[in-house]
């Protein structure tokens, strides 16, 4: 028998094109403008790390103007979990659908952080149509692997 997860599943639709969009999602100055301050390259890659407060995510795939996925080892309570941002264009809107997977529990941190990511995918989405996110605090650094 496996053992079941919860995972968050959340979607917004934005007025913004694929390139600022994928653009938000794996660069520097994009990802500091809606989620959380970096200090890596310019443009995150495959075995970048991106800090989110205590919280190290490794990128373990992405896929130009399609989808970013992250990887938590340990931190912030979402040990060995993962964490995907796909893209698609829906006539004039950008959908944005995250999944955050692999939760052994759906616990009141679970349910704490699931309305977090509302919020952030919220700020994302302000960010691309009015150029004003509200990203959280600086993080400690960056680093690419």
């Known amino acids: 028998m496996s053992k079941q997860t919860a995972s968050i599943h959340l979607m917004i639709r934005v007025k913004a094109s694929l390139a600022d969009t994928y653009q938000a999602l794996t660069s520097n100055n994009g990802i500091s403008m809606w ?20 919280t190290e995510m490794t990128i373990s795939d992405i896929r130009e ?29 950008m959908l944005v ?14 349910r704490d952080c699931s309305m977090s990511w509302a919020f952030f995918l919220e700020s994302l989405r302000a960010y691309l149509e ?5 990203p959280e605090g600086v993080a400690p650094a960056c680093k690419s692997e």
Do not use: M, Y
Request: aromatic share 14%.
């Open 97 to 110: 659908r995250f999944d955050h997977s692999g939760w052994p529990e759906a616990s009141d941190h679970f």
């Open 35 to 54: 989620f959380t301050e970096t200090r890596c390259d310019k443009w995150v890659t495959s075995g970048s790390v991106v800090w989110f407060g205590s």
């Open 65 to 93: 103007n399609e989808c970013l996925l992250l990887h938590v080892e340990q931190g912030g309570g979402w040990d060995n979990t993962d964490i995907e941002f796909s893209l698609e264009q829906d006539a004039d809107k």
């Open 130 to 134: 009015t150029g004003v996110g509200t």
